[in-house]
């Protein structure tokens, strides 16, 4: 599997990050995990960014994110909603488990239009006794 399709399994990051983006402030970074995100999140097309490389193992060593794209914006929109963003986590966080970030977008999506449509129900709810 290639690097440049595979995602650590930090979620809140990548959630934190398009949040940031969509302030439409740029932001730069020379953190390498952060750097490293903002590449996953240009490559998947839910940010504008930058991010330069250097001659060193192909590292990544500076990241401007500039904006939201649409599908940032989808994106986001679905994982502001805590229970699909909890359920995405819980689904996607495994051992062993490799995804790109276009699976977890497509994944958040579909949820977050069930949500709308009320056939998605919170772990926290509970059959009624009442009527």
Not at 15 to 34: C, G, I, M, N, W
Not at 55 to 76: C, M, N, S, Y
Not at 109 to 115: A, S, Y
Not at 120 to 128: G, H, L, N, W
């Amino acid at each position: 599997m290639q690097d440049d399709y595979v995602v650590t399994k930090d979620l809140d990051l990548v959630r934190d990050l398009l949040a940031h983006a969509e302030q439409e402030h740029p932001f730069s970074t020379t953190d390498p995990k952060t750097v490293y995100h903002v590449r996953l999140l240009r490559e998947a097309g839910l940010v504008q960014a930058t991010v330069t490389p250097t001659e060193w193992r192909d590292r990544f060593t500076l990241a401007i994110l500039k904006r939201l794209t649409p599908d940032g914006r989808q994106f986001l929109q679905a994982a502001k909603n805590e229970t699909v963003w909890r359920r995405t986590k819980q689904d996607f966080i495994r051992p062993g488990l490799f995804f790109s970030l276009r699976l977890v977008s497509d994944y958040l999506r579909q949820k977050h239009e069930r949500v709308g449509f009320g056939d998605f129900t919170s772990e926290k709810s509970s059959p009624s006794s009442s009527v």
